[in-house]
């Protein structure tokens, strides 16, 4: 990867699962378990929705899976050896063809202070992204800290200064708009301008039952006992949850080998997003071009008046140069961006080979002394709690809730997993 112009942090989304569909209502069907229509009221109306493919969210782009060589594809100069080849497999998924741009998350910031702002303004205080990171000591950059994030001259400029967990949020609230979004596409909601701190749309609080919206148009229900009902998962009408990517994930949607595949062979390694071993563009047409943005060298940040090679002296627009041959941009050069693993040196050693992630915490709703789902919290959000070890002591896949420092070293991982391998 190449180096970046300052730490500052950006994020692709992914989302996953799920297919989007009409419902179907029509009977005369039948289940090839049971032989007993479906999609029949007068046989207690189970219903089964045709399958056709998932929708595809605002600005994602899918990426086939596949099997890749993962991890260093250059010289590993400060040696620390954290990053050794390994093959791996990751499953077909979406991601953002762009980072995520300061406009989007200026709507993301004036959701939270419209919805919150009143009775709950640290909500909002907690996703300002963290300005002064253009700040240095021996350098003037106060114009980047007063006027980068909301200026429109940069709204197309990808967000910096976003941690990990202001990302994690973000791809939470991502999740509610889009699929609010789509019930009032679908006419079964109507838009709610005057939602206002936990009567906000939640999807998670709309499955559990906990958010009523504006309705339009309730779905029929088959069910005989019962008139109508909300959307269910089942309907295949809301994606599912927006996440940042894997490292995994990122990596190979990064290199893009769907180009350089010829059958079952890829054709050359890659060093970046694009083919061969430079940064500058070998088409006749635009050769010399740059096709990333990034730090030429000591002094050098964008080139020679007249003749800038990159054309960016901070970050860029994130349409700028050539997508790779998945479709996204900058995926090279512009700013860092996260992804969801956590960090361990030697997690190369340890992780499994097919949708490789560390990172795992399970969870799961939190319940009430009747056992039904816990009331959502005072921002619409559904509670969850981390799996116990009563609950997880039973399986043989995982005995307890945390597993980021699985195998990592700790001596209770180690026991456990070598009593496992016997």
């Known amino acids: 990867m190449l180096s970046m112009k300052m730490k500052s942090l950006a994020l692709p989304l992914l989302v996953i699962g799920a297919v989007f569909m009409s419902s179907c209502r029509g009977g005369g069907d039948k289940s090839g378990a049971t032989g007993w229509n479906v999609n029949d009221e007068e046989n207690g ?22 099997t890749f060589v993962m991890g260093r594809t250059e010289q590993d100069v400060i040696q620390d050896w954290d990053n050794i080849p390994r093959r791996v497999t990751v499953s077909s998924y979406y991601i953002d063809e762009t980072e995520v741009s300061n406009i989007y998350w200026l709507e993301y910031l004036y959701w939270l202070s419209r919805v919150f702002g009143n009775d709950y303004p640290d909500v909002y205080k907690r996703a300002l992204p963290d ?27 990808p967000v910096v200064g976003v941690n990990w967990l202001q990302a994690t949020d973000y ?28 009567d906000n749309f939640n999807t998670d609080a709309y499955l559990a039952g906990q958010y009523e919206g504006l309705v339009r148009s309730p779905l029929v229900d088959l069910n005989p006992n019962v008139d109508t009902r909300k959307v269910r998962m089942e309907d295949g009408i809301l994606l599912p949850k927006y996440r940042l990517p894997t490292e995994a994930e990122w990596e190979f949607a990064s290199l893009a080998l769907i180009g350089n595949t010829v059958y079952e062979n890829v054709n ?10 430079a940064v500058r563009n070998a088409d006749d047409k635009w050769q010399g071009e740059m096709l990333a943005n990034f730090k030429r060298g000591r002094g050098d940040n964008m080139g020679v008046a007249g003749r800038l090679n990159d054309n960016a002296d901070i970050t860029a627009p994130v349409y700028s140069y050539l997508p790779n041959d998945y479709g996204l941009y900058n995926m090279g050069g512009n700013v860092a961006e996260w992804v969801m693993d956590v960090y361990r040196p030697l997690s190369h050693e340890d992780k ?43 399986r043989r896949n995982y005995q307890k809730a945390d597993n980021i420092n699985y195998i990592d070293g700790d001596e209770p991982d180690y026991a456990t997993y070598n009593s496992k391998r016997r």
């Not at 109306?45 to 596949?66: A, D, K, M, N, R």
């Not at 050359?268 to 071993?277: Q, T």
């Open 45 to 66: 109306g189970f219903e089964v929705v045709p399958y056709t493919e998932q929708e595809t969210g605002p600005g994602l782009v899918l990426i086939e899976g596949g």
């Open 131 to 157: 300005t002064l990171v253009w700040r240095d000591r021996l350098a003037y950059n106060e114009p980047y800290v007063d006027l980068y994030l909301r200026h429109p001259a940069y709204q197309d400029y």
């Open 171 to 198: 791809c939470k609230w991502r999740t509610d708009r889009v699929n609010e979004q789509i019930m009032i596409r679908e006419g079964i909601l109507r838009v709610n301008p005057a939602q206002v701190n936990e």
């Open 268 to 277: 050359g390694r890659k060093l970046y997003p694009w083919n061969g071993n």
């Open 352 to 394: 499994t080979d097919f949708r490789s992630f560390r990172g795992n915490v399970y969870q799961t709703q939190l319940t009430d002394e009747e056992g039904s789902i816990a009331e959502k919290d005072s921002l619409g959000r559904v509670q969850y709690r981390d799996v116990t070890e009563q609950e997880a002591a039973s």
